[in-house]
């Protein structure tokens, strides 16, 4: 799992721009919803309501693009910055058998999933189904809806990964004992001393 920390802060920046990102997306959508639907939450044009959802799903999933390829890097490093973090210091919420940081490797499982069924789908779509063509379109806003959820998965709680590592490096180091008092002789006078 070794990386350079220069890459490992460039996903952190990436994870925090999909974060950013995906909350814009996010917003925009719920304003979009609550003025396009009935007050029991029932689209009036189910036709653009649809239309509108397939692209908050493409806005989000092309937004986690950025990320993926440092997913699996993200959560291998928060695991073991956990696992030094002094007990204190570590909310309940992050941990692997806790809720935030086992959600985002399950959204991560089913996203790499889906990911090889679309390479799959891909290739079994006709020769002339291009992106713009009803068969390569369809197909594509089929994978993103089934893998928004995942994706917001990782918009909720992708923090945690970024919390995890502010903790991480504002905790003491471990090859570092903390600083002790301990007397040294003065002419004439003992004094302390911190070291």
Same mark, same amino acid.
Do not use: C
């Given at each position: 799992?070794?990386?350079?920390?220069?890459?490992?802060?460039?996903?952190?920046?990436?994870?925090?721009?999909?974060?950013?990102?995906?909350?814009?997306?996010?917003?925009?959508?719920?304003?979009?919803? &609550?003025?396009?639907?009935?007050?029991?939450?029932?689209?009036?044009?189910?036709?653009?309501?649809?239309?509108?959802?397939?692209?908050?799903?493409? %806005?989000?999933?092309?937004?986690?693009?950025?990320?993926?390829?440092?997913?699996?890097?993200?959560?291998?490093?928060?695991? =073991?910055?956990?696992?030094?973090?002094?007990?204190?210091?570590?909310?309940?919420?992050?941990?692997?058998?806790?809720?935030?940081?086992?959600?985002?490797? =399950?959204?991560?499982?089913?996203? %790499?999933?889906?990911?090889?069924?679309?390479?799959?789908?891909?290739?079994?779509?006709?020769?002339?189904?291009?992106?713009?063509?009803?068969?390569? &379109?369809?197909?594509?806003?089929?994978?993103?809806?089934?893998?928004?959820?995942?994706?917001?998965?990782?918009?909720?709680?992708?923090?945690?990964?970024?919390?995890?590592?502010?903790?991480?490096?504002?905790?003491?180091?471990?090859?570092?004992?903390?600083?002790?008092?301990?007397?040294?002789?003065?002419?004439?006078? =003992?004094?302390?001393?911190?070291?």
């Amino acid at each position: 799992m070794s990386l350079d920390p220069t890459a490992h802060r460039a996903y952190l920046h990436h994870l925090d721009g999909f974060i950013r990102d995906s909350k814009k997306i996010l917003d925009a959508w719920d304003t979009y919803s &609550d003025e396009h639907t009935d007050p029991d939450g029932w689209p009036y044009d189910d036709h653009a309501y649809g239309l509108r959802q397939t692209q908050r799903d493409a %806005d989000t999933a092309k937004a986690f693009e950025t990320i993926r390829a440092g997913a699996r890097h993200l959560l291998a490093t928060a695991e =073991t910055q956990l696992a030094h973090l002094p007990a204190h210091t570590v909310q309940n919420r992050w941990g692997y058998r806790g809720y935030q940081v086992g959600v985002l490797h =399950t959204a991560l499982d089913r996203l %790499d999933a889906l990911h090889e069924e679309w390479q799959r789908a891909r290739e079994s779509l006709p020769a002339d189904a291009r992106p713009g063509t009803p068969a390569f &379109d369809d197909a594509l806003a089929e994978h993103h809806a089934e893998s928004w959820s995942y994706l917001d998965d990782w918009a909720t709680h992708g923090h945690a990964i970024v919390d995890i590592n502010a903790a991480a490096q504002h905790a003491p180091s471990l090859l570092a004992p903390p600083p002790t008092i301990t007397a040294v002789p003065a002419p004439g006078r =003992t004094t302390s001393v911190r070291r």
